[in-house]
């Protein structure tokens, strides 16, 4: 099976709920689609007369909040699965433990749960010094675990298209809950209580608008909870490149962090060091990039599967450079338990007319049936191309030498007919 994919949800079976009004919580997909592009619109000249956290679709939080209030109470001393993307972000990690805490208020546990692993230096950190609790649960686990104490699951800062954990739950038969997210909406979704606003910066935000209403009322003098302000502080702050791509919401919902957030804390999950390794891969791109109409774009060939989120990090050095305004950098990432080999590219973009979401999807298209290999939010991006029959055998060097050279041309040829202005059919100047 895939090791990942950004897959569309068209084919989900409904999860209708003879206890549920679903009706008033299926996902509206006009409005949602209408909010996706122009991510830096300025907010409407009214919105200082709105409540708190007012949101693009012109309805207030207060009314989501109050529609999540009663998804809850309705689910009362339940079990529910959070799910993460495969490899998880501050953003995701630190909106999660909020839902959770939230949760937790109605006598509902929720378990977090991601596929992958926490690759990047940081998210170990925030992890380990907040004593966050998310759980590994790795697809041959999961495949053996008895799911049937739960009653359900949710999506925070995904919309399952990134879980390898999605298809299990699926079989299991669990209704979804709870979709809270912020990338553009990736496939009809039928879950009792939905909040995706694509004009949002960080998922974090919209978590804090909750707690900012009530729904559970911070109190500094408790260390969980200056610890999950401390890592949504930092969700929030990663996903807007430390709050300079933060928006009225994003810097509104910071404010209502800082009173309880712990620097000390943030500074110390801040400054862990990047591995040996993560700087070699770093290095290679550096090495191998190629810079053409602004858009650096690099190879770096073969990487473990745990030194994944070094392709993320050197996308952020390389579009540093000067007269660069989008990097795209991918290798093939190996996955020694499984034998299987994806090809992994993130896309980093400081250029605000360029949609990453959508310059992945035409530059690399769907699969056979029907996915997308690559999507993306405001400034960046990433794509998985399974490599299937083609995965392993790379103990022959020359074949694997071979098999990176295929790949790496065949991306460099997809990429170049966006980047080369006047074949495009993205404006990309
Ligand atoms: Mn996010």
Redesign the pocket.
Known sequence: MPLNSFKQLNSLPSTSNSESSVEEVEIDMGSAVATQEPSLAPLSGDSGTQPVGRNNNGSSTTSKVEALRQVLERHQHERHLVLLQDFP?P??LS?AWAYQLIAQQYDLQCDIVYAGTLSHQENIALVKLTGLPAQRLPVQTAKSKDLSGYKGYVLV?NQGTTSQLLSLVLEAGLPLISVI???SLQGELKPEFADIRPNV????TILTQYLQTGLLVLDSSVGQHVKCATALMH?LRS?TSSLMQAQEEDFQAAGFLSRFYDYQLLKAVLQTNRSKRVMDVIERSLKNRIVQNNFSIAGVGYLRYDDRDAIPQAADFLVTEENVHTAVVYGIVHDEDEELEVVIGSLRTTKLTLDPDEFLKEAFGQDNQGRFFGGG?SGAGGFEIPMGFLSGSNEISAYAKMKWEVFDAQIKQKLQRLVNPQDSPIQTE
Do not use: E, P
Request: glycine content about 6%; hydrophobic content about 20%; cysteine-free.
């Open positions: 972000d953003d995701a909106s800062d997210d912020h990338h910066r960080a998922t974090a969700g996903d939010r």
